[in-house]
């Protein structure tokens, strides 16, 4: 059996039942500067964040010179309370699903047999204007950026992994940097099935992902190189380095994660080469998968260009 279940929620619009909104209020009345230092710092006593480096102002510090909280109006406050806790009720309410499912799998005595993964797109969005981009900035702790971006703010995102029979040590976490590419090759190490050669005669390229089954007996990851493009933004990482630009017109910025994990300390200038090499590694894979030609048309201006050009918006 294999289940994929897209919750639309939480995502644009902002909706829930105003009793589950309300319930959710009072927790976000602190304001984000408070809330933003306590998720810090119980990230970092759960052993969510496991080097020192960086703890302190940098981690905690609201990014893109944002407003503290006490520079806002009442107004500002409340429609940010608001947005927090309507956000915070979708999620819940996602959660008594999936809460659904595994009472189900439960049920019918699956569950210790079943693998779970669990996981989100990209970081949160900054679109709907100061408000919301204060939200997502307390939503990314301790990351920069945003969705669309390919900062850690844009892109990391926890995978949560539940399969009893397979994992003993629940709980516990597994550092080394997945990607979104390897959910495919993870499926089809657990069922035990090989990715077929071709379809309707014709040849199929292997997954670029690689199962994560190794992980689960705590072993580790052959290490490797990683590469992100969305809408410009681009990145590529490679052991602790990431080297990250904005968008196609933003110089590349290099960051040693193992001392700078939240992309603050921007050493591109003092390493000229390792930025010359990591791009030249970027430009490859660009190449290799069709990413150029780079351009910086919003997503929804993007189909449309698209659509008018070929007359065909599936294209």
């Known amino acids: 059996m294999f289940l994929y279940i897209a919750h639309y929620a939480p995502h644009r619009p902002m909706e829930a039942p105003s009793d589950r909104v309300d319930r959710c209020r009072d927790r976000y009345r602190v304001g984000y500067d408070v809330l933003r230092r306590e998720r810090f710092e119980r990230m970092r006593n759960s052993g969510l964040i496991e080097n020192e480096a960086g703890l302190g102002e940098p981690g905690q510090r609201l990014p893109n010179d944002a407003p503290s909280w006490n520079d806002l109006s009442d107004e500002q406050r409340e429609r940010w309370i608001t947005e927090m806790a309507t956000y915070a009720a979708m999620v819940e309410i996602m959660d008594d699903g999936i809460g659904a499912v595994v009472a189900a799998l439960k049920a019918q005595g699956q569950l210790e047999n079943t693998l779970i993964l669990f996981l989100s797109d990209n970081g949160a969005t900054y679109e709907g204007g100061l408000i919301s981009q204060l939200c997502a900035d307390l939503s990314n702790t301790p990351f920069r950026n945003y969705k669309q971006f390919v900062h850690l703010g844009g892109v990391a995102s926890p995978l949560i992994v539940n399969w009893p029979d397979r994992i003993t040590d629940r709980g516990s976490y597994r550092r080394a940097p ?5 959910i495919l090759s ?4 657990a069922a035990n099935v090989q990715y077929p050669s071709q379809f309707n005669e014709m040849p199929l390229r292997k997954p670029d992902g690689k199962s994560l089954l190794p992980t689960f007996e705590k072993d580790l990851l052959a ?3 990683l ?19 904005l968008d196609k017109e933003s110089a590349w910025e290099l960051y040693d994660l193992s001392a700078d994990p939240y992309e603050q300390d921007d050493l591109s200038q003092r390493q000229p080469d390792r930025v010359q090499q990591l ?23 993007r189909i449309e260009y698209y659509t008018r050009k070929t007359g065909d918006s599936r294209q």
């Open 186 to 189: 993870t499926c089809l190490a």
């Open 279 to 301: 791009e030249a590694q970027w430009n490859d894979w660009a190449e290799d998968n069709q990413v150029f030609p780079l351009e910086n048309r919003p997503w929804r201006s």
């Open 178 to 182: 997945a990607h979104i590419n390897d």
């Open 227 to 245: 590469f992100w493009e969305h809408q410009g933004s681009r990145a590529v990482q490679e052991g602790k380095w990431r080297l990250v630009s």
């Open 223 to 225: 290490e490797r190189t």
